[in-house]
């Protein structure tokens, strides 16, 4: 879409823009290009030179097991987060649209999660299953269930995917209910007056109308649990234990800052961004599909 | 819409179920927050020997006047105050900046514009956290390490407000220009006049998200500030944790998290319209 009616000049403009392009380019473009050059090299211990070893950064990621299992680690908390995000929203949602009174109420309670930082997020879930102190770790115990996710690595898993998932919840109830809002009521009284009961007309009409909006939340979720979960998982679990909650991203900041290993953190930065560009494009793919409908 | 309800059940015992199913709902998603609040008003020794109890207790006023004015570092007003300009610059910087592109793009054609264009497209692909070795140098070599400048330049390059903007200004018609430009108004008073006003409701809304999203920042913050009176409030938290064996000191952690949240939570429901609007276009 283009304007039919537009100012003349050039410097104007050139001005106008220019803030937004200086700074990108030097909180952007200049430090993604560097992270790809780094990537080719490996710095000597005390960095002073590097030595240039091409893809040779990239080789040693892709044949280090610790690097895969992190690839494993972050594919299974993706998808962990996206469902435990989306079923308790979608279900949260479908009955917030069944009431007429009070759902207003409902709304603005569920929303706060979504204010509250992730890393907050994790000091409050670390709180309830801290292992000396913690209530839900306690009444566990009572009940002959011994909690320690500083030792277990799925009790971890299990308590950064529902740190995570929980403001996420949030978020995706208010599109999910935006969406149900959306469904033509004639569709469904018809289906009604046919006698198609609730679950049957939620399966048949209400579930497919609600698709596009799924989709769109499915892929923004796996973003969210790829990038935005590292205060999570930094407040709760560190990583450990033995690397067990060490998602990608994770990676990048331990070996980058905490073990200055530059060229694979670089690296690994780089094979992040591809990632980001995959999931940018499935995303605006996806967008155009969704104006259509 | 409240016709809506019509013959689809929404009445009688079932109603009654809904209702149940709700609050139950909103009981579990409350429960880490009411959690948080509850120890952030009892003692050290109640949490400590648990189970702690699940009401509030009457050490209210002590704690929190232990985090605002000692905290365990740093006084927490001092964080709050760090995060606030963090979270303002970050939210007012983006919107100056995108509005102005955004006006470039639309209103303009110049050379370049494709480019320049394409190249802010870029960015939106790119989160802090797959570039924060080489950012960090960057910033590094500024010397902006423990500035304000530090925390909140390197976050307001991004390209979602600029689309935003695009798409709202695509939509104003074409013959507010037109009349500008027979007026003989220049580009910067229609800007000012015109397009700015009537774009008040999107700034609105996007001034939610940029400062939840600004306040929320967790990894940059814990990079750049190593001097604790630069924290911010939400990496500000993970530092009050000893490390080793020793007790963490609870009620005033949880005051902490409490009033780290206080702030974004008021805004997002004092604004509950402008935000879910916000959230919604700056998706689209």
């Keep these: 879409m283009e304007k039919r009616v537009t100012f003349r000049g050039w410097w104007l403009p050139l001005l106008l823009i220019a803030p937004q392009v200086i700074i990108s380019a030097v909180f952007f473009f200049y430090p993604a290009g560097q992270a790809i050059w780094q990537s080719l090299f490996i710095p000597d211990p005390f960095g002073l030179s590097a030595q240039f070893v091409g893809f040779g950064n990239f080789e040693y990621l892709l044949g280090d097991k610790y690097y895969r299992t992190s690839f494993l680690t972050t594919a299974i908390f993706s998808i962990l987060v996206t469902l435990c995000s989306m079923v308790p929203a979608l279900f949260l949602a479908v009955i917030a649209d069944r009431l007429i009174k009070g759902s207003g109420v409902y709304r603005t309670m569920l929303i706060w999660p979504y204010a509250v930082a992730p890393a907050v997020a994790g000091v409050l879930w670390l709180f309830m299953f801290n292992t000396r102190v913690g209530v839900v770790s306690w009444y566990l115990g009572q009940l002959g269930y011994d909690w320690n996710h500083v030792l277990n690595g799925g009790e971890a898993m299990g308590l950064v995917v529902v740190a995570s998932a929980w403001g996420r919840i949030s978020y995706n109830f208010l599109f999910f209910f935006a969406a149900l809002q959306s469904v033509p009521r004639s569709v469904i009284e018809a289906a009604a007056i046919d006698g198609a009961h609730f679950w049957r007309r939620f399966f048949t009409i209400v579930l497919p109308m609600l698709s596009p909006t799924a989709f769109f939340l499915l892929v923004v979720n796996v973003v969210y649990a790829f990038f935005e979960t590292f205060g999570v998982i930094h407040t709760i679990t560190s990583g450990g234990p033995q690397q067990s909650t060490t998602i990608l991203v994770y990676k990048v900041f331990a070996d980058g800052f905490v073990g200055q290993d530059l060229g694979s953190s670089s690296a690994q930065s780089v094979i992040l961004l591809i990632v980001v560009g995959v999931l940018t494009v499935i995303q605006f793919k996806y967008v155009e599909k969704r104006v259509h409908y | ?284």
Excluded at chain 2, 22 to 44: E, K, N
Excluded at chain 2, 163 to 174: E, G, M, S, V
Excluded at chain 2, 228 to 251: C, H, L, R, Y
Aim: hydrophobic share 55%.
């Design chain 2, 1 to 284: 819409m409240a016709q809506q309800s019509g013959m689809v059940e929404k009445r009688g015992a079932g109603i009654w179920m809904t209702h149940v199913f709700m609050i139950l709902g909103v009981i579990v998603i409350f429960f880490p927050i009411w959690l948080a609040f509850v120890a952030s008003t009892v003692s050290q020794p109640e949490i400590v020997s648990p189970p702690m109890p699940l009401l509030p207790g009457g050490h209210f006023w002590e704690n929190y006047k232990a985090a605002l004015f000692s905290g365990v570092n740093v006084p927490v007003a001092t964080m709050l105050f760090n995060s606030l300009v963090m979270a303002i610059g970050i939210a007012v910087g983006k919107i100056i900046i995108s509005l102005l592109s955004a006006f470039a793009i639309v209103y303009f054609r110049f050379p370049g514009r494709s480019t320049f264009f394409w190249m802010i497209f870029l960015t939106l692909m790119l989160p802090v956290e797959v570039r924060i070795v080489p950012t960090f140098e960057v910033v590094a070599g500024f010397g902006m390490l423990n500035s304000y400048s530090g925390l909140i330049f390197p976050l307001i390059a991004s390209a979602t407000a600029t689309f935003l903007f695009r798409q709202f200004f695509l939509t104003i018609p074409d013959e507010l220009a037109e009349a500008a430009r027979v007026d003989g108004a220049r580009p910067m008073r229609f800007f000012i006049d015109i397009v700015v006003p009537m774009s008040r409701t999107n700034i609105a809304a996007l001034f939610v998200i940029l400062f939840i999203y600004g306040w929320n920042q967790y990894l940059w913050p814990l990079l750049i500030t190593t001097d604790p009176e630069m924290n911010t409030i939400v990496m500000g938290i993970k530092q009050m944790f000893p490390s080793g064996d020793d007790v963490a000191e609870w009620p005033v952690i949880m005051a902490t998290s409490i009033l780290a949240m206080i702030p974004p939570v008021i805004v997002v429901v004092s604004m509950q319209k402008l935000f879910v609007r916000g959230l919604v276009d700056s998706e689209k």
